[in-house]
């Protein structure tokens, strides 16, 4: 798990949140609001399939709103189940409050594979 995330606010920009994702080389940021509980994700795919005019929009207009998400201890082969069954490349791990903790991506994933060959 990822436990540094880049999130972005529900009311920035969507411009904000494409230069942050390629400034940081991430290509999902989670939402957040200010107690730091989860409102979504948006992703660079979201971004460019929803065309040009989307750079002033807020990120709550365009952020997926229902997640696949996993508590903290969630097994790894649950996770990486959910991820195949559904094509998702990135979980939000919450805590019981709601609060966003870390991500599990695709990458994680396989790194924790090969650290246990």
Known sequence: MVR???????????????????????????????????QGIVTLRDIDLAGHDVADMRVEELMSRELITCAPGTPLRRIAGDMVRTGIQRIPVVNGRGRLVGLVTQTTLIKGARDRL
Not at 19 to 33: E, I, S, T, W
């Open 4 to 38: 540094e995330v880049y999130t972005i606010g529900p009311n920035q920009k969507v411009a904000l949140a494409r230069l942050k994702m390629l400034r940081h080389g991430v290509g999902a940021l989670p939402v957040v609001d200010g107690e730091g509980a989860l």
